[in-house]
T-cell receptor
């Protein structure tokens, strides 16, 4: 069964450093998403991406964040200058085209900013 | 705006039915979802229901939707120890995002 994959599973970085979290969505899916879950809190939407552009973003997704689909398979989230409060589990998700309503999540990347 | 509420904890005996409840505020919600998260794992899609349906059944899982009261429930029949997890309710208004509740931790005791 196809699945969303994410790398790395755990990333430790120092405050102020740039990190790139990588995701491989399910092949032939058209909608891509990033969410995050701070320990003990709700899963929060960050951004959605469709047709090679951001379709919606939350207020969390400020200028420090960017997303990219550099080729036909990867979907990345970049945090330019990490802060302590960026420490969280980051989930990538993907969904098929219009008329498909199932959003499938990857296993997550745990980001620890020290 | 979207706001999804769930009770935080549920303890159930093995073999009994579990009922997890959720309320949402946005009447524009088109799809409502249940996800399961086991310790250290990602979010597993369990089931979803379109807002014009009242009920959906999938093996041991039954979803009930009361659109008037904006209330969603997930019933797990014959609950097993492997059902111990956090269950998240989520709503979607468009193709672009899900809004999640805080999750209900279900503990199955022998």
């Amino acid at each position: 069964e196809p699945e969303v994959t994410q790398t790395p599973s755990h990333q430790v970085t120092q405050m102020g450093q740039e990190v790139i979290l990588r995701c491989v969505p399910i092949s032939n899916h058209l909608y891509f998403y990033w969410y995050r879950q701070i320990l003990g809190q709700k899963v929060e939407f960050l951004v959605s991406f469709y047709n090679n552009e951001i379709s919606e973003k939350s207020e969390i997704f400020d200028d420090q964040f960017s997303v990219e689909r550099p080729d036909g398979s990867n979907f990345t989230l970049k945090i330019r200058s990490t802060k302590l409060e960026d420490s969280a589990m980051y989930f990538c998700a993907s969904k098929g085209g219009r008329g498909r309503y199932e959003q499938y999540f990857g296993p997550g990347t745990r980001l620890t900013v020290t | 705006g979207e706001d999804v509420e769930q009770s935080l904890f549920l303890s159930v005996r093995e073999g009994d039915s579990s009922v997890i409840n959720c309320t949402y505020t946005d009447s524009s919600s088109t799809y409502l979802y249940w996800y399961k998260q086991e310790p250290g794992a990602g979010l597993q899609l369990l089931t979803y229901i379109f807002s014009n349906m009242d009920m959906k059944q999938d093996q041991r899982l039954t979803v009930l939707l009361n659109k008037k009261d904006k209330h969603l429930s997930l019933r797990i029949a014959d609950t097993q120890t492997g059902d111990s997890a956090i269950y998240f309710c989520a709503e979607s208004i468009n193709d672009y995002k899900l809004s999640f509740g805080a999750g209900t931790t279900v503990t199955v005791r022998a």
